[in-house]
């Protein structure tokens, strides 16, 4: 993966655009306390525009993800990561912002969609327990835990 | 591996011990007693199934919860406690007023057994409550693995996760299976699309209060419930939607079992 001095100066430009996005003012460097940086290579794209873009065929290179610094502005952390392709931001995503009660929150702690063929492997001869909805007593003599405590008690 | 099997809370808890031979056979019974009264303590001051237990009696207007035994006010405050932990959507009060700890109490009964089992010095140890479960150690130097079920067809598994050495809990809610305790407190379900409404929800966590109170509120709150619970606590998930669909972080991703 290539990283040169022109990309980090890129990823820190859009820090600052995605702190002027969250704090929604709008402006590509918001007042006050907001982090001044360098000016960079692709000045003027902001967050917004940056999703539809594509890369140009005849550019060979695959694309190039760099973590911008974190940030700390007075709303809270911020860092985002942007993905690189032929010198242009084709994605910028967030992995540090602030929530609605201005504390920082992990966004790559959040869950996203996932194919059940994905996390299908485990059949229920190779588990201790289920865990499931809460059962009833006499759902319990019906369910999979019951069949692995029958088993465990010839073991 | 010994299992041991005995109903409480109206549901059936499966202990299992990887080696009871530091435990002289009568420790191990007397053990086991300590455990099943964990159970028996909170229920006789918390069912609602019980017209007998103290809950009942403040559900009926005959005694205040102030007045209350210290177990049923040590619950009550650690609810309200959860209830602004996930912004209202978990709360010890069901819609007609009455004080219900159900959503708490089983997973802290469950707690209290891992304490009771640790002091024996039962140091691996599974304990699985209705479908909540918690683990501590592991046998053979490998880890716990805990089938998540699938509620579209419970004898089938949706995946397993793996937990262990350090203690871990695995809890699982769900709107299938007597959900009744789950109270949907800010927005009705009918108000929302079914890809927001979570069908069941399965938490990993550090400890099982937590665990079994965050997945009650994200099926309780839906989506909006879901990512305030990543955000806001070190959790693992795995939520079904009412479309079919699934949705799963990081944390619980890194605990699959391939």
Same mark, same amino acid.
């Given at each position: 993966?290539?990283?040169?001095?022109?990309?980090?100066?890129?990823?820190?430009?859009?820090?600052?655009?995605?702190?002027?996005?969250?704090?929604?003012?709008?402006?590509?460097?918001?007042?006050?306390?907001?982090?001044?940086?360098?000016?960079?290579?692709?000045?003027?794209?902001?967050?917004?525009?940056?999703?539809?873009?594509?890369?140009?065929?005849?550019?060979?290179?695959?694309?190039?993800?760099?973590?911008?610094?974190?940030?700390?502005?007075?709303?809270?952390?911020?860092?985002?990561?942007?993905?690189?392709?032929?010198?242009?931001?084709?994605?910028?995503?967030?992995?540090?912002?602030?929530?609605?009660?201005?504390?920082?929150?992990?966004?790559?702690?959040?869950?996203?969609?996932?194919?059940?063929?994905?996390?299908?492997?485990?059949?229920?001869?190779?588990?201790?327990?289920?865990?499931?909805?809460?059962?009833?007593?006499?759902?319990?003599?019906?369910?999979?835990?019951?069949?692995?405590?029958?088993?465990?008690?010839?073991? | 591996?010994?299992?041991?099997?005995?109903?409480?809370?109206?549901?059936?808890?499966?202990?299992?011990?990887?080696?009871?031979?530091?435990?002289?056979?009568?420790?191990?019974?007397?053990?086991?007693?300590?455990?099943?009264?964990?159970?028996?303590?909170?229920?006789?001051?918390?069912?609602?199934?019980?017209?007998?237990?103290?809950?009942?009696?403040?559900?009926?207007?005959?005694?205040?919860?102030?007045?209350?035994?210290?177990?049923?006010?040590?619950?009550?405050?650690?609810?309200?406690?959860?209830?602004?932990?996930?912004?209202?959507?978990?709360?010890?009060?069901?819609?007609?007023?009455?004080?219900?700890?159900?959503?708490?109490?089983?997973?802290?009964?469950? /707690?209290?057994?891992?304490?009771?089992?640790?002091? %024996?010095? *039962?140091?691996?140890? $599974? !304990?699985? =409550?209705? #479908? @909540?479960?918690?683990?501590?150690?592991?046998?053979?130097?490998?880890?716990?693995?805990?089938?998540?079920?699938?509620?579209?067809?419970?004898?089938?598994?949706?995946?397993?996760?793996?937990?262990?050495?350090?203690?871990?809990?695995?809890?699982?809610?769900?709107?299938?299976?007597?959900?009744?305790?789950?109270?949907?407190?800010?927005?009705?379900?009918?108000?929302?699309?079914?890809?927001?409404?979570?069908?069941?929800?399965?938490?990993?966590?550090?400890?099982?209060?937590?665990?079994?109170?965050?997945?009650?509120?994200?099926?309780?709150?839906?989506? /909006?419930?879901?990512?305030?619970?990543?955000?806001? %606590?070190? *959790?693992?998930?795995? $939520? !079904?939607? =009412?479309? #079919? @669909?699934?949705?799963?972080?990081?944390?619980?991703?890194?605990?699959?079992?391939?």
């Amino acid at each position: 993966m290539r990283r040169s001095s022109a990309v980090i100066l890129v990823s820190a430009s859009t820090v600052t655009l995605g702190a002027g996005w969250l704090l929604g003012s709008g402006e590509a460097f918001p007042r006050g306390d907001a982090p001044t940086v360098a000016p960079t290579a692709t000045p003027g794209r902001s967050a917004d525009e940056t999703g539809s873009a594509t890369s140009d065929p005849s550019e060979p290179p695959g694309p190039v993800v760099v973590d911008g610094a974190i940030v700390d502005t007075k709303y809270g952390t911020v860092q985002v990561q942007v993905v690189i392709e032929a010198d242009v931001i084709v994605d910028v995503v967030a992995l540090k912002l602030t929530d609605s009660s201005e504390t920082s929150v992990e966004v790559s702690a959040r869950a996203a969609p996932i194919l059940r063929e994905e996390i299908l492997a485990a059949q229920s001869s190779v588990v201790e327990n289920v865990s499931g909805a809460t059962y009833t007593s006499e759902a319990y003599r019906t369910s999979v835990q019951a069949a692995l405590d029958a088993v465990g008690f010839e073991g | 591996m010994a299992v041991h099997v005995f109903d409480a809370m109206g549901t059936t808890v499966s202990i299992r011990t990887v080696d009871d031979s530091t435990v002289p056979g009568a420790g191990l019974a007397r053990t086991l007693d300590e455990v099943r009264a964990c159970f028996e303590r909170l229920e006789q001051a918390c069912s609602l199934y019980r017209p007998d237990s103290e809950l009942s009696r403040v559900a009926r207007g005959e005694l205040s919860v102030r007045d209350a035994s210290r177990v049923v006010r040590d619950a009550y405050a650690a609810a309200l406690d959860w209830r602004t932990r996930t912004m209202g959507t978990f709360t010890p009060h069901r819609p007609d007023g009455v004080v219900d700890l159900s959503g708490l109490v089983k997973a802290e009964a469950i /707690a209290g057994a891992g304490d009771v089992l640790r002091s %024996a010095g *039962i140091s691996s140890f $599974a !304990v699985n =409550a209705g #479908g @909540d479960v918690l683990t501590s150690g592991a046998p053979g130097g490998g880890y716990w693995t805990t089938g998540i079920s699938d509620p579209a067809d419970r004898t089938r598994l949706l995946a397993g996760v793996r937990s262990g050495p350090a203690p871990g809990a695995v809890a699982t809610s769900g709107s299938s299976e007597r959900g009744a305790h789950i109270w949907t407190a800010p927005a009705p379900p009918e108000g929302r699309r079914p890809a927001d409404v979570v069908v069941q929800a399965t938490v990993l966590a550090d400890d099982i209060v937590t665990a079994d109170v965050l997945a009650t509120a994200i099926v309780a709150g839906g989506r /909006a419930a879901l990512d305030h619970a990543t955000d806001t %606590a070190p *959790i693992g998930v795995l $939520a !079904v939607f =009412a479309d #079919g @669909d699934l949705a799963a972080n990081a944390r619980l991703r890194r605990r699959i079992v391939r």
